[in-house]
């Protein structure tokens, strides 16, 4: 995690935060108490986790944990008091954020900082596979179109269409995605 967002009104908790995070080997922390400005920073900046002390004076700022954990790209942590963890990790759980009983020692904060990197990885991993199946989604829909344009244009049947495109792609050593861009930019 390279970027953090502290939300508190609590000086001590703001250190305590900025010390863990600082030893985890985060730089870029910002600290602010109001949940005005964390929306308005989260929007603007982005971050890669963002750490919230309830209670906070405006509001509880459960909505905030909601609302970040779904419209910005980041892992949210909540801190509640340690009477209010139940209810509020039932809320939190369906918007994925996850939520830690005050009071909070560096150990348990550890260990949550390590969740928090093996969540993003595994994130990580799923849009990588998602943007390549995107990738692959796009190419086959390109090459459909270009086979549409040769039976059309040329009157081939679907098969010829196929392999002719694999033969312009294996002749000229492109990929297939490649030679359809070809066969729509020459017949359109």
Known sequence: MNRALIVTEIAGAQ?????????????????????????????????????????????HGAGLAEDLAENVECQVIIAVNNADYEATAERMENSGVITQAKPITAVNFWYLLRLVAAVEHRIGHYENEQRDLLKKIDDLKKI??????????????????????????????????????EILRKYK
């Open 15 to 59: 250190d305590f935060f900025i010390t863990m995070l600082h030893m985890d080997g985060c730089e870029d922390i910002t600290s602010v108490s109001s949940q005005n400005e964390a929306r308005r920073l989260a929007d603007e900046r982005g971050y890669d986790i963002v750490i919230i002390d309830l209670p906070l004076q405006s509001d």
């Open 144 to 181: 459909n179109r270009a086979k549409l344009v040769l039976i059309g244009k040329l009157g081939m049947e679907e098969s010829e269409a196929h392999h002719y495109i694999e033969k312009q792609a294996m002749d000229k050593r492109i990929s297939k995605r490649e030679a359809a861009d």
